[in-house]
C-alpha cells in the first residue's frame, strides 16, 4: 500500500463504513456517517477532509460522497480482514457474535496481514483435517464452557488413530 494511504483506525473505520452506505444507498452524506459511526458532524468533515487529501474519496462540503478505485480497494481490505477475524472468533473461538464483531472491529487495525492469512488458512485447514473439522471446534467450544473436555480423551485419541488412513 502507498505510504500516502496509510490510514489510522479511525479513518479506516471511516472508509469502511463510507464503503458499507454507498453500497446501500449508492452515495454518502455526512449525516449517514455520522449515525452510522455515532460521532459527530465535525469529526466526519475532518475525517473527510484527510481521506479526500489521500485521493481514497470524492469529498466537497454539502455535496454527497464518492469514493475513487483506490479507495474501494482499500476499504475492501478493510472490510475483508473485518470479516475473517470475526468468522474465526466466532467458528474456531466460540465467541459470540456480539463480541466476536467488537474484537474483529478492534483487531483488524492493528493485526499484520499475515496473522490474519494464517488465521484464515487454519480455519480452512480445520475444515479438511480428519482429525480436526466441526468435531474439534465444537469440543474446543464445550472446554471453554465447562472448563473440561466432554469425552475422554483417551477414547477421542483412539478414536482418531482407528479413522486414519493406513500408510503404504
Known amino acids: 500500500m502507498n505510504n500516502d494511504h496509510q490510514l489510522s483506525a ?11 452506505i454507498i453500497a446501500d444507498k449508492e452515495v454518502a452524506r455526512g449525516k449517514d456517517i455520522c449515525q452510522r459511526l455515532n460521532v459527530s458532524g465535525a469529526s466526519v468533515t475532518e475525517a473527510l477532509r484527510a481521506l479526500s487529501k489521500k485521493g481514497l474519496i470524492n469529498y466537497a462540503p454539502y455535496e454527497v460522497i464518492t469514493m475513487t478505485e483506490e479507495g474501494c480497494v482499500i476499504a475492501e481490505d478493510v472490510i475483508r480482514r473485518h470479516n475473517a477475524l470475526k468468522k474465526f ?29 494464517r488465521m ?49
Open 89 to 117: 472468533f466466532v467458528e474456531v473461538l466460540a465467541i459470540d457474535e456480539a463480541t466476536a464483531e467488537v474484537g474483529a472491529c478492534r483487531f483488524e487495525h492493528t493485526a499484520p496481514a499475515e496473522i490474519i492469512e
Open 120 to 168: 484464515v488458512n487454519f480455519s480452512k485447514f480445520l475444515d479438511i483435517c480428519p482429525r480436526g473439522g466441526k468435531e474439534l471446534i465444537q469440543g474446543f467450544a464445550d472446554f471453554c464452557l465447562q472448563g473440561k473436555p466432554r469425552i475422554n480423551c483417551d477414547d477421542c485419541i483412539s478414536q482418531c488413530m482407528d479413522n486414519l488412513p493406513l500408510r503404504k
Open 10 to 20: 479511525s479513518l479506516e473505520d471511516y472508509i469502511e463504513a463510507i464503503y458499507h
